[in-house]
């Protein structure tokens, strides 16, 4: 794949940086960085077209000509991790040949595969498919039956989804979550799937029965309807930021370890700015319809929906019900969620963190973009700043898909099971 070099001017300061691009498959390259000496935000993409091959760069705040003379080098790499801006010396130009296609291009079939997935299939997907899956979500939340078998059948004739016979809930559950489940499937979060809940609940109205009926009473359809409205948003906004995340989502799929790289490869791809919007609506969001996991851990562990681990405690009130659980504050609700005991509610704890959402939510952070190095500080004078990487950040952001997935499919079995149960 060839290599692009070009020398980009900082229209305040003038420092000039080296950036190397290595023209890859994708079609559009987002681009962010800050100038290293007045940190003006330098942003915007970089198009690559293929059949002419060409490339053209369209930056905010900066210009950019041919050559190799700068004070700082770059390499952008939309697909993969890349070296952070660094000064420019022979040392660090040497090191900058070394490009990330090389580091981190797949080399094994089922590498090859996920590759072509995430950089062509998905793409491609977003671009030409996306809108009509939420056309028809749209049109299914809002009760438009006699459209919506139309709008799904013309989504047969895309190659981009295999769909079964039409059956309301299931064809559009498909059409929503067949993205999310394929980059999510490499690395579950957790081990529990939803065949296993489903095996778990077809026991329990044998052995508990007013229990199973506590379970399908405490939300009406029309409850599961408002929580996946807002779980198709988050996924809506997902999509919008895929490409500013490709490059975590594709180093878990090679199994690499974001601890070894951090230090000194980041995403040069988005700024911190962009995706802490992206973490605090997804925080609220998820937290906000944990119930639906909690109380199957309720019930599967303890025997009620109601029943929650007494031994937890959250200040001086005691949570003795779910209806307790749900007036609890977002951070006092992930502590109940912890609960190792459970099977499902874990996974919360492992992309949610009241430490990294309530900074965001006070601008009480500081980011060192040449770094891309955030502190999180805390209201507690005693605490020393969390310390997190933008890469780990955006992996975070990531794994929060996974738990809407998740809750995605438990309100689409509730349903299931409350229309089953009206019907006898």
């Given amino acids: 794949m060839p290599v692009v070099k070009q020398v980009v001017t900082c229209e305040v300061c003038e420092t000039k940086t080296l950036v190397k691009f290595q023209v890859g498959n ?20 970089i198009l690559n077209y293929h059949d002419e091959r060409r490339v053209e760069y369209h930056l905010h705040n900066a210009t950019h000509e041919n050559g190799e003379i700068a004070q700082y080098i770059l390499v952008v790499a939309g697909e993969f991790p890349s070296i952070k801006i660094v000064p420019y010396t022979e040392e660090t130009y040497k090191a900058a040949l070394f490009s990330p296609f090389i580091r981190y291009s797949p080399h094994n079939e089922e590498d090859v595969h996920m590759y072509d997935f995430l950089i062509g299939f998905l793409p491609e997907l977003i671009k030409l498919d996306w809108k009509k899956v939420e056309r028809i979500a749209n049109l299914y939340f809002n009760n438009q039956d006699k459209y919506l078998e139309g709008e799904i059948d013309k989504l047969r004739t895309s190659p981009r989804f295999i769909l079964s016979p039409y059956e309301k809930d299931s064809s559009v559950s498909k ?21 296993d809940v489903i095996q778990r609940l077809e026991t ?51 199994g690499r370890d974001l601890d070894s790289i951090k230090m000194y ?15 605090q609506n997804t925080y609220e969001t998820l937290l906000e319809h944990s119930t639906v996991a909690f109380m199957l851990d309720n ?17 001086r009130h005691r949570v003795a019900s779910l209806d307790d659980y749900q007036q609890l504050t977002k951070g006092q609700k992930l502590k109940y969620l912890a609960d190792n005991s459970n099977l499902l509610s874990p996974v919360f704890g492992v992309a949610l963190d009241h430490t990294l959402r309530n900074p965001i939510g006070h601008n009480d952070y500081t980011y060192d973009p040449n770094n891309q190095l955030i502190q999180f500080h805390s209201t507690n004078p005693n605490l020393q700043p969390k310390l997190m990487f933008l890469i780990e950040f955006a992996d975070k952001c990531y794994q929060s898909m996974k738990i809407n997935l998740l809750l995605w499919d438990i309100t689409v079995l509730l349903k299931k099971l409350i229309t089953e149960q009206q019907k006898l």
């Avoid at 490869?265 to 973490?279: A, C, H, P, Q, W």
């Fill in 26 to 45: 994708l079609q559009q390259y987002p681009v962010h960085y800050s100038c290293p000496i007045c940190l003006t935000h330098i942003y915007g993409d």
């Fill in 175 to 195: 059409l929503v979550t067949t993205v999310f489940r394929k980059i999510g499937s490499k690395n579950p979060l957790t081990s529990v799937t939803i065949d």
């Fill in 204 to 254: 329990i109205p044998q052995t508990q029965q007013s229990s199973y009926m506590e379970l399908l009473q405490y939300f009406s359809i029309s409850d599961l309807v408002h929580v996946q409205k807002d779980l198709f948003n988050l996924f809506n906004t997902f999509i919008a930021h895929y490409r500013y995340l490709v490059p975590v989502i594709y180093l878990e799929a090679l």
């Fill in 265 to 279: 490869e980041g995403i040069n791809t988005v700024s911190f700015e962009r995706l802490d919007k992206l973490y």
């Fill in 299 to 315: 019930l599967f562990v303890r025997g009620s929906i109601h029943s929650i681990n007494s031994s937890i405690t959250v200040g």
